[in-house]
């Protein structure tokens, strides 16, 4: 009997051991410091493993500096040659090399018009490196060091959406140009959707401290990967003042992809439907609890959303099994999807639930048959080109779009002093109607003292008469 309790109460010792250690082994190392010596744990080897990866990028940029005066003639004549026409900016940012060959994510607010970009080493060489793709729509740009004939560093990808509330992160960049610098912190919150610093607003919260300097930096978890680039701070003072944001990894890995399978601009998946903000007063009219999910607002013929069957009115609730709260989630899941597959699409239909399978390809692409306007006009110095639903979907219009939109606008040009940007659509020259780009060439290379011009911005609809 004393051996059988011998045994017995061995076996209770083994089982409380081993409950003692699963809550341990199943909750992913997420838990308090035990003792005083686990509180003198330091992150020197993440650290050690993660620095070299990270860069110091320089952007120079040459602008015209015209001064308002030179226009005169007769201060032109006098002081005409004492005064620079050109200057050269400087920008300073922070990148990391995500693969070997020498390939860097930074931010495209740090390149942005750069006309020579170099990066800086953890080991102090300065080589000069060449912009691969900008993407303005999610503020990423890649980078190549030129002439590599080395492996560099190079961080691995995380996963982003395994990153819960409270985890520890370390932000690695260059911060006011003093060096590379690290700060850490905890991840703050997820799924920041109210940023509004791109169009994929679905950004990572950290107060690791992040300032000027630091943009286009990794944001790293405890195990060295990359699960964000450092982009934006929320500050009065222009400071760290503990809210920063960084895009997930899982975005920035599709931007990488698509440089690194030599695509000039980047790959997505496109819905082709227009979705709409669930407002309180649309969530009660819809008989919801809360304001929540995408509702979509129209269906353009023979994409894939109308293709899969989503209708005017449909509200997606869900995708892949992963819910959405509202338009931005839906926005920022969808167009992380890899090409070539589907996408179940959960949505609330007439009160009940229902579900669409989506094809996941590209926005079909037509011949934009771009032109810059050099005649004397308005649109002088602009570059347009014909809309298609890759175009609108590059240029954030709404996709049924059609005519001729602005692509890109000279610096000092008279289209960018009259204040044309990037996006708008060009409507008529003249009550004349412009539906491609030929109408507005031959449009403007007519003789006129007074332009009448409406185009489309954001919506809305601008009639605006200019001097010839």
Not at 124 to 135: F, G, M, Q, S, T
Not at 352 to 366: I, K
Not at 424 to 435: H, Q, S, W, Y
């Amino acid at each position: 009997m004393h051996f059988v309790r011998s045994i017995l109460t061995l076996v209770l010792a083994l089982l409380c051991g081993i409950a003692a250690v699963l809550p341990v082994a199943f909750a992913q190392d997420r838990r308090l410091p035990q003792s005083a010596g686990e509180l003198k744990l330091s992150f020197a080897p993440v650290v050690k493993r993660v620095s070299p990866a990270v860069v110091n990028v320089y952007a120079a940029r040459v602008v015209e500096n015209r001064h308002p005066l030179m226009d005169d003639p007769v201060f032109r004549r006098f002081f005409g040659q004492g005064v620079p026409r050109e200057q050269v900016q400087r920008s300073l940012g922070s990148g990391v090399i995500v693969d070997p060959s020498g390939l860097i994510m930074t931010n495209n607010h740090v390149i942005e018009g750069a006309t020579e970009v170099k990066v800086s080493l953890a080991d102090k060489r300065e080589l000069e490196a060449e912009i691969v793709l900008k993407d303005s729509r999610t503020d990423l740009a890649v980078l190549r060091i030129k002439d590599a004939r080395e492996k560099f560093p190079a961080l691995e990808f995380g996963n982003s959406d395994d990153l819960q509330v409270g985890d520890l992160v370390l932000a690695v960049g260059n911060p006011f140009g003093v060096g590379q610098t690290v700060t850490h912190g905890i991840v703050s919150a997820l799924a920041r959707t109210q940023v509004g610093i791109t169009d994929y607003q679905f950004f990572i919260q950290t107060d690791a401290a992040i300032n000027p300097g630091n943009s286009g930096g990794a944001l790293v978890d405890l195990s060295g990967k990359l699960v964000g680039i450092n982009t934006a701070i929320f500050s009065r003072s222009g400071g760290s003042q503990g809210i920063g944001f960084a895009i997930p990894a899982n975005m920035v890995r599709v931007v990488a992809a698509s440089a690194m399978g030599g695509a000039g601009a980047v790959k997505r998946p496109w819905l082709g439907a227009r979705l709409q903000t669930v407002t309180p007063e649309i969530a009660e009219g819809l008989g919801l609890k809360r304001p929540a999910g995408a509702l979509v607002a129209g269906i353009i013929p023979n994409s894939p959303a109308a293709r899969g069957g989503l209708r005017t009115g449909d509200l997606i609730v869900s995708i892949d099994g992963v819910t959405v709260d509202d338009e931005n989630a839906f926005t920022y899941r969808f167009g992380t999807k890899p090409l070539g597959g589907k996408a179940q699409i959960g949505i609330v239909r007439a009160g009940g639930q229902s579900a669409a399978t989506v094809l996941l390809q590209t926005a079909p692409e037509l011949p934009r048959e771009e032109i810059v306007i050099k005649s004397r006009s308005p649109f002088a110095g602009a570059k347009v080109g014909n809309i298609s639903p890759a175009l609108a979907e590059e240029l954030r219009l709404d996709p049924s779009a059609e005519g001729v939109a602005i692509l890109d606008i000279a610096n000092g040009s008279p289209a960018q002093r009259l204040g044309f940007k990037r996006g708008d659509v060009i409507l008529a020259v003249n009550e004349k109607p412009i539906g491609r780009t030929r109408d507005l060439d031959l449009a403007t290379r007519e003789q006129q003292r007074l332009w009448r011009i409406t185009v489309l911005r954001g919506g809305q609809t601008i009639t605006a008469q200019f001097g010839g």
